[in-house]
């Protein structure tokens, strides 16, 4: 299979990386210092039409597919992991979950300012004690009239502190298991919704992570997005095609770790010769050259099975098991090509390092994945 970008999909690889290299690399490590969300940025990368690239035109988005998506979340993740990731979670987790789950009276409501950028999107399903084990989440609604009432708490959760919409799934009839789970699309300025504990990072830095808190959040009937006992559903496809988002952040963390340790090893010189003379050092090279080129085919065609609509769960875990391994392991071993510089804050090669753990641990730890792909071929 030839996963060789047409023109199109060039031209969206590239526009992503002009506007990394200009726009975001200037003020990247000032943002991620102070560890807030960058309103500046998120205007610009609007502006630049990233917002919502395969997201259909009659609802705002670019039209354009997945591939061309998951280049544009590469790019701008070798840059700005945070940037990267926090676009995955707005297209893919929100706004994409209204285009396949939602009525055409929800997307004609919601997609339109999703889309332009206008409003940011974040999705709610982990709780404090309900990660891996979505069944033991405890937040519910409750029907009353034509309002759900929903209580409890979401955990770690993306976009919390500047969201306009939420899709939060939460329990409607706690007998039934996760048959029993339901989804809302949630107005972030609902009476009841509130903000928590904002929680401090190792890494992806300036895309915030928070808690949510329900009390009494009364949502419109309508806002119910497919069927009562649809939210497990909806959950579990929805982090199917997110998982390939954030192969593709993963993917953009490890190719630039990649680009910095070939440049740092024509450069840097030690007993009269640069380092990539060295054996050691080419073998680390050509280690991380196979670990970021079979993590992006395994993206490449997760991403081309859901263009297809084709079935891509099994294809998802194997591109993000793959993709984070490789962001994780490629970061490593560019800290070990760079010697003391890699380790100090003046080059980003340490950023990399910590924005690469994450990648093995939301939307589907490393083991989650290890088990949705068993589960495929063993079955």
Not at 2 to 25: H, N, P, S, Y
Not at 266 to 274: A, D, S, T
Not at 280 to 305: F, G
């Amino acid at each position: 299979m030839d996963f060789e970008l047409d023109d199109t999909q060039q031209e969206w690889k590239e526009k992503a990386r002009a506007f990394g290299e200009a726009v975001v690399k200037p003020v990247v490590d000032e943002v991620e210092r102070e560890g807030k969300f960058s309103t500046d940025l998120w205007i610009k990368l609007k502006e630049e039409g990233l917002a919502a690239v395969p997201i259909p035109a009659e609802y705002g988005g670019a039209g354009a597919d997945h591939i061309s998506y998951v280049n544009v979340i590469e790019e701008l993740s070798k840059v700005s992991a945070s940037l990267g990731g926090g676009l995955s979670v707005h297209t893919t987790l929100c706004t994409q979950t209204i285009l396949t789950f939602g009525n055409e009276e929800q997307k004609k409501k919601y997609l339109p300012p999703l889309a332009s950028g206008d409003v940011i999107g974040a999705f709610a399903l982990t709780e404090a004690q309900a990660g891996t084990d979505a069944a033991a989440m405890e937040s519910t609604a409750v029907l009353d009239g034509d309002e759900y009432v929903l209580n409890g708490a979401k955990y770690f959760i993306t976009h919390a502190t500047i969201a306009g919409v939420f899709i939060i799934i939460v329990i409607t009839d706690k007998e039934k298991g996760t048959k029993g789970m339901s989804a809302f699309i949630v107005d972030g300025e609902t009476p009841g919704l509130k903000i928590g504990k904002i929680f401090d990072k190792m890494g992806i830095r300036s895309v915030e992570h928070a808690e949510i808190i329900m009390e009494d959040c009364r949502v419109p009937k309508e806002n119910l997005l497919g069927n009562e006992g649809d939210g497990f559903k909806i959950a579990m496809i929805t982090l199917d095609s997110g998982r390939i988002g954030i192969a593709s952040q993963a993917l953009g963390i490890a190719q630039a770790s990649l680009e910095a340790s070939i440049q740092y090893a024509k450069e840097r010189v030690q007993f009269g010769k640069p380092i990539a003379a060295l054996q050691a050092i080419q073998w680390m090279i050509a280690d991380m050259t196979v670990k970021v080129d079979s993590a992006r085919w395994l993206t490449y065609h997760a991403a081309s099975l859901e263009d297809k609509g084709a079935r891509f769960s099994k294809e998802a875990a194997m591109a993000k098991l793959a993709a984070s391994a490789a962001a994780v392991e490629v970061s490593r071993m560019a800290i070990q090509v760079h010697g003391g510089y890699g380790y100090m804050t003046d080059l980003p090669i340490e950023r990399y390092y910590r924005d690469a753990k994450i990648t093995e641990i939301y939307e589907g730890t490393s083991e989650v994945q290890r088990m949705v792909i068993s589960r495929s071929v063993l079955r």
